[in-house]
């Protein structure tokens, strides 16, 4: 997935818009992405660490690794 930059733009923008709300529904993920919430947040997190897109603040990446850690961890 790292070669797809503009996927990755809509992948951090839909968790920009969703991680304080616990990340988004599965059903809108699955229907926007074509994946399932376990795929999605697997790339999120690998999008966001070690290097994540600038200019976003190191305080809500840390956020929104959260919330992909924490959505992983439920989709089990």
Request: aromatic share 10%; glycine share 10%.
């Amino acid at each position: 997935m790292t070669g797809d930059t503009a996927k990755v733009n809509r992948m951090v923008t839909f968790a920009l818009r969703w991680f304080p709300h616990g990340g988004g529904p599965a059903e809108e993920i699955i229907a926007v992405f074509g994946m399932d919430t376990g795929e999605f947040f697997r790339c999120l997190h690998a999008q966001l660490h070690p290097n994540p897109p600038t200019p976003l603040r190191p305080t809500i990446v840390e956020k929104m690794k959260a919330v992909a850690r924490r959505r992983l961890w439920l989709a089990g």
